[in-house]
């Protein structure tokens, strides 16, 4: 019976031509915005590989020079591109893909497009997945608001529930009917992107499973949509309320939510601005703070004396620079770890609160979720930022060691390529399926209730449709 | 009165058995507004009632009733012996419905339409089978296959009547099937109506037409604010005899 209803919707939109108009512009902005997506992570890629090569290219040859120096020319890492961020650029566009390694300093990362573009531009970027989180929930409002209250006002509600079929399944069948009419249109996509995420990355295996979770997870979200739509097509007094109501919660969903939750979470947790942070840290660097001190100079160099048996720095076996370097990056680091550590922290409870504020708007959840399974949220930032930086200590450590102990004080010393080349490449792994969905725990359950919910209100809207009138 | 009535019509008649539509003291209150008070009504298979009455009277909220489209406020409405207030999904399987409006869907034909409510009321019929029924209802062969956005009023009817037919119910409800259809049409949705009723289905329509009410129906009730005010037999008066009766129900009490 659900079948056959669902059927009848299916073949009812795909002769409506404002179904196939919509479907149309639609599916094509989806076509495009994949293919775009594609082309740019795929160049993105290109230039990546050619820039990491060039990059340590430039670290190898850059001649004999003293260790520590190198530390100071320092090298480029940059933020893989995972295979699914095609459908989802997420904050890469704001964060940045790329940071440059030095002696001292943790530097922000570069490579943002946001910052060379205009506020008007925000809106502009068509990705696969504005696509499927703003406009494919407003084609599922435009297939379904009518479902209930178009039958009603024409008066072919009373006659089909007149047949003896129930408005439970009546309600099933419309929502299967829309979802088969609305697969005409995602499934394609879907393929395609599969197509696109095995063709396009050697590693594409642990993908798919990605892939998959991600294509539940806007399943779910356009459920909710579905189940939305009907409720309220079923509640609402006419097709045209109905209409209006929808479009209504789409505009709040997709364009007053996501604004409100972005100055809820800067007014709840704020972050202090650029020249703010920069400014902290050169004044926490110049006094030390909270018990981390600045190293005391005399008094490493006393118990390098001590241990050692000497009385003059040109005897130590050691060169004394190397070890103050690697003693004041120590100190360093930890300023930067306080600071940066918070301002991380700053930003995860920020999209927390974004996480939370989806159960009043389920765009984000998703968009939380989207993220999350392309690699490109808040949260694989960091990851990918705390293993460039221990990357960075590391390298900055060895290159303080090589000088202390290969040389002694006060002597001019040159390391060579045979140095350079001994430093280990960054070999970045990309955080795992389950580390994601744990952190992304409160999106699932808050998506879940959205999918649900919606279909308890679809389902209870329908048993109390107004038929009599 | 109306005990007399219930015991009088199965005998004049020659149905003895169970009625397929019955009404017990049924009632519906809106806020103040009594839009059906205590009706009794039964109608056997075989029989077709008509329901006279002004807008308003309560005739639709009768058919609302045994459609399970309303609660009633009191009493039962019962279809084939059930209450449908407790069993609404099985009475509206006993039932078939045309509404003043047939309405369809515009993107099928009239053979999709007639296909798709069919599978909904639980039967599963050929297209000979449909086509068929379509020819009994009086439909042109050719218009089968047209999507219905282009059918007259009339030719909707017939669909509505197939639905009706294809069902095989034992009751049908008729909420002024008539209104608006040419004498023409009028006259073969009535000869559509003695088909059914030969097949002893028992047929409740509401109606205005009290010309079409005295040679199609077998008994008439007359309306006014909610109350049955009178039943009669068709076949004990005239036509003019049915006018009367009805402007004087219309102008006392």
């Known amino acids: 019976m659900i079948t056959r209803i669902a059927r009848k919707e299916f073949s009812d939109l795909l002769r409506d031509g404002r179904f196939r108009i919509g479907a149309v512009v639609v599916g094509l902005l989806l076509f495009v915005s994949l293919g775009a997506g594609w082309v740019h992570v795929r160049d993105a890629r290109a230039q990546l590989e050619a820039a990491q090569a060039t990059a340590r290219d430039h670290w190898d040859s850059q001649g004999e020079k003293n260790p520590h120096s190198a530390a100071h020319y320092g090298i480029y890492a940059f933020k893989p591109r995972l295979a699914l961020s095609f459908v989802d650029q997420g904050v890469d566009p704001w964060t940045g893909t790329s940071v440059w390694l030095e002696a001292h300093r943790q530097n922000d990362f570069l490579m943002r497009p946001a910052q060379d573009a205009t506020t008007a531009q925000r809106f502009g970027t068509l990705t696969a997945a504005g696509v499927l989180q703003h406009l494919v929930p407003l084609m599922i409002i435009l297939l379904a608001f009518g479902a209930l209250a178009s039958e009603r006002e024409q008066g072919t509600l009373r006659q089909l529930l007149a047949t003896g079929v129930s408005r439970r399944e009546l309600t099933a069948g419309k929502a299967l009917g829309i979802a088969a009419a609305l697969g005409l249109l995602v499934v394609p996509a879907a393929v395609l992107g599969s197509a696109a995420l095995v063709l396009g990355s050697n590693a594409a295996g642990s993908f798919l499973a990605r892939g998959v979770v991600l294509a539940i997870v806007y399943i779910a979200y356009f459920g909710a949509f579905v189940g939305l739509s009907l409720a309220v097509s079923a509640r609402a007094p006419s097709a045209r309320t109905a209409l209006v109501a929808l479009l209504g919660i789409w505009v709040l969903n997709g364009l007053v939510a996501p604004r409100i939750a972005v100055d809820l979470s800067a007014r709840l947790h704020p972050a202090p601005t650029a020249f703010e942070f920069a400014r902290t840290i050169e004044e926490e660097m110049a006094t030390g703070v909270d018990g981390i001190e600045p190293p005391d100079r005399e008094a490493i160099t006393n118990a390098l004396l001590e241990e050692h048996g000497v009385d003059r720095v040109e005897d130590l076996p050691v060169n004394l620079s190397g070890i103050t370097l690697q003693a004041s990056e120590v100190f360093g680091d930890k300023i930067y770890d306080r600071n940066y550590g918070a301002l991380w922290d700053t930003f995860e409870r920020q999209s927390r609160v974004h996480e939370t504020l989806a159960l009043a708007a389920p765009l984000l959840a998703v968009r939380a979720l989207s993220m999350g399974l392309a690699g490109t949220d808040v949260e694989q930032h960091r990851h990918f930022a705390s293993a460039a930086e221990t990357y960075r200590r590391d390298l900055v450590r060895s290159m303080n060691e090589d000088l202390a102990q290969n040389s002694r004080t006060g002597e001019t010393y040159f390391a060579d390529e045979e140095l350079w080349e001994s430093v280990p490449p960054l070999e970045y792994e990309a955080p795992s399926l389950a580390w994601i969905l744990g952190n992304r725990t409160l999106s699932l359950i808050v998506l879940g209730l959205w999918a649900v919910g919606a279909a308890i209100a679809a389902v209870r809207g329908a048993r109390r449709t107004e038929v009599a009138g | ?253």
Do not use: W
């Open chain 2, 1 to 253: 009165m109306t005990q007399a009535v219930a015991e009088a019509v199965p005998a004049a008649s020659g149905l003895a058995k169970q009625p397929v539509l019955e009404a017990r003291s049924l009632s519906k209150r809106y806020g103040d507004q009594e839009a059906l008070s205590e009706l009794e009504l039964r109608v056997h298979p075989g029989e077709i009632y008509c329901l006279l009455g002004p807008n308003g009277a309560g005739k639709t909220t009768t058919i609302n009733l045994f459609l399970g489209f309303i609660e009633p406020t009191s009493g039962t409405a019962l279809v084939a012996g059930l209450d449908v207030t407790t069993h609404g999904i099985e009475t509206k399987t006993h039932l078939a419905y045309i509404p003043e409006q047939v309405m369809l869907y515009r993107n099928l034909t009239g053979l999709e339409n007639l296909e798709y409510f069919t599978a909904l009321a639980g039967k599963r019929l050929g297209s000979d089978e449909l086509r068929s029924i379509l020819g009994q209802a009086g439909l042109q062969a050719d218009a089968a296959d047209r999507r219905v956005s282009g059918y007259s009023k009339g030719m909707r009817q017939k669909v509505g009547i197939a639905i009706a037919i294809a069902k095989e119910a034992g009751a049908l409800l008729l909420d002024e099937p008539t209104s608006g259809l040419d004498p023409k049409a009028s006259n073969e949705f009535s000869t559509l109506l003695d088909g059914l009723r030969d097949r002893g289905v028992a047929v409740l329509m509401a109606t205005h037409d009290l010309f079409r009410a005295k040679e199609t129906g077998t008994r008439v009730g007359i309306m006014r604010q909610g109350r049955l005010s009178t039943e009669m037999s068709t076949a004990e008066i005239g036509h003019a005899d049915l006018e009367r009766i009805y402007l004087e129900h219309m102008h006392d009490a």
